[in-house]
């Protein structure tokens, strides 16, 4: 069974500092995202990844995708209170059958 | 149009009840998704439709029961259903259920429906 662990669970940090949340596997993944949940609403698309080694940026949000395809990384600088939410890691092998990691929630304070 | 949305935002029934959830999504995606989410915790999926037919069924009990009327369309059917069913109902839909190689499609997902069975 594959797995996608994301840690930490949780992080409640002040405005302006830095963090990174992990999201690592022992399977190798076709393609990974990263999606950003508010209470009451669904996931929203962050960013896809696909080749080994791979960087995408997004405004403060830094993601890189493992050279072997198995872990991934989420980068925010300059954390601000709207980056409060959930964030949720997903795999796919190649099928439709895409796996969610267990997510990572993050309370940023004013 | 680059949504999915789902009715009835918040649904309450009883456990003889039979209520429907729907979902629609007008970006030309060929794969539909049902997840379903229990507080703090991630999306679990439930079923994938891919060109309007039934192609993952995560060993869902049979009081859960999926449609797919046309490729814009996603109905779940509910019926008997437990308290423990109780959760955030959660449709996605993707271009595609298999990316080729070289590239990755994410989900887009609605806002969900927030179930409660009393």
């Known amino acids: 069974t594959q797995l996608l662990e994301q840690s930490p669970q949780f992080l409640s940090i002040q405005e302006g500092e830095n963090l990174t949340v992990y999201c690592n596997s022992s399977?190798?993944?076709?393609?990974l995202q990263w999606y950003r949940q508010e209470p009451g609403e669904g996931p929203v698309l962050l960013v896809t990844?696909?080749?080994?080694?791979e960087v995408k940026k997004l405004k403060r949000l830094t993601f890189q995708f493992g050279d072997a395809r198995k872990d991934s990384s989420l980068h925010i600088t300059a954390a601000q209170p709207g980056d409060t939410g959930l964030y949720l890691c997903a795999g796919g092998p190649g099928t439709y059958k895409y796996i969610f990691g267990t997510g990572t929630r993050l309370k940023v304070l004013a | 149009d680059t949504e999915v949305t789902q009715t009835p935002k918040h649904l309450v029934m009883g456990m003889t009840n039979k209520k429907s959830l729907k979902c629609e999504q007008h970006?030309?995606?060929?794969?539909m998704y049902w997840y379903k989410q229990k507080a703090k915790k991630p999306p679990e999926l439930m079923f994938v439709y891919s060109y309007e037919k039934l192609s993952i069924n995560e060993s869902v009990p049979s009081r859960f029961s999926p449609e797919c009327p046309n490729s814009s369309l996603l109905n779940l059917h509910l019926h008997a259903l437990q308290p423990e069913d109780s959760a955030l109902y959660l449709c996605?839909?993707?271009?595609?259920?298999?990316?080729?190689?070289?590239?990755?499609?994410?989900?887009?997902f609605g806002s969900g429906t927030r179930l409660t069975v009393v």
């Open positions: 990844v696909v080749t080994g080694g």
């Open positions: 970006m030309g995606h060929r794969a």
């Open positions: 996605a839909s993707s271009q595609d259920g298999a990316p080729p190689a070289g590239t990755g499609y994410g989900y887009t």
């Open positions: 399977s190798v993944f076709s393609s």
